[in-house]
């Protein structure tokens, strides 16, 4: 799949030219977060109207997270409205997205408002970039009560399908599915029950399906119990990614793991030919550890 680096996959306009942080300054207000209350205090002061320009800064960044941790809730508010115009930039930063996920997980919902306020309409193409698919994923499982958290999510569904495949984008479902909403959660899995055989077998998406059997209601996933035949189990277990699925499918309470015994035990022989067929045989019950050298 192609990746997220290029000029139609950027998420801000024009690169952050560093100016006021420095591996000096840094190592200093890190002492005095560090320090006194006085101490504290004076480097709340310094990094106030700065905000941005540490955040995406590979060790500012980690100051802030810190401020945002320490600091009264009057003062992280204070700091994190300093970010207000400029999610997009910090989302997509390798540093930048770590402080927008810290003000998700640190500061109350309310506080989030502006973070998915900026997202909104950009929902798919966050969900596939390498770093801001974390800042849904924290969205998702901290700000859920927003209603306009709902929307973006309604949005970024559109593309369920591609997601499901993509090398971040995978990760946000996974998140849908254990902390979305019934709706939502429903919404994945009518897309998985489309191929889910296909699904099943592909490297990312082989997750969800796994993570589907573990968190997801019977009821839910009506959708996907043709994967629970005894012959399908079989061919999945044979296949690099879909072994994962056909264990989680021997783990389900829905499966005839009866009838599926005798299928899997026919393909024994192949399945010892791997280690990921070997752990398979051991988990079903068909092999014992001591038949196999996990070690290497």
């Known amino acids: 799949m192609p990746g997220l680096v290029g000029p139609q996959d950027e998420l801000c306009s024009g690169p952050w030219k560093p100016g006021l942080v420095g591996p000096a300054q840094d190592e200093r207000l890190a002492e005095l977060l560090k320090g006194r209350p006085d101490q504290v205090e004076e480097a709340l002061a310094s990094l106030q109207g700065r905000v941005r320009a540490f955040s995406l800064d590979a060790a500012g960044c980690r100051l802030i997270q810190n401020a945002l941790e320490i600091t009264s809730p009057q003062l992280a508010a204070e700091l994190a409205d300093e970010l207000k115009g400029h999610v997009l930039e910090l989302a997509s930063s390798p540093h930048g997205n770590y402080v927008i996920q810290k003000v998700i997980t640190q500061l109350p919902v309310k506080a989030s408002k502006f973070i998915v306020e900026e997202l909104c309409e950009s929902g798919s193409k966050i969900a596939r970039h390498r770093y801001a698919c974390r800042i849904i994923c924290r969205l998702i499982e901290y700000c859920s009560s927003l209603g306009i958290t709902m929307n973006l999510l309604d949005e970024m569904l559109l593309d369920v399908s591609e997601l499901c495949y993509h090398n971040f984008g995978h990760h946000v479902i996974e998140s849908v599915l254990e902390h979305g909403s019934d709706h939502h959660r429903r919404r994945v899995i009518a897309a998985l029950s489309i191929d889910p055989v296909g699904f099943a077998k ?9 993570k589907a059997f573990s968190w997801c209601s019977c009821e839910d996933l ?46 024994a022989g192949q399945l010892e030919q791997t280690k990921r067929g070997q752990r398979f045989l051991v988990a079903v019950g068909l092999a014992s550890e001591s038949q196999y050298n996990f070690e290497h």
């Open 202 to 210: 592909h490297r990312n998406a082989s997750h969800l399906l796994e």
């Open 222 to 267: 009506e959708g996907l119990m043709p994967l629970a035949r005894p012959d399908v189990i079989a061919d999945l277990a044979l296949h690099q990614y879909g072994c994962f699925v056909a264990q989680a499918l021997m783990e389900h309470s829905s499966t005839d793991k009866d009838a599926a015994l005798p299928w899997i035990a026919h393909i």
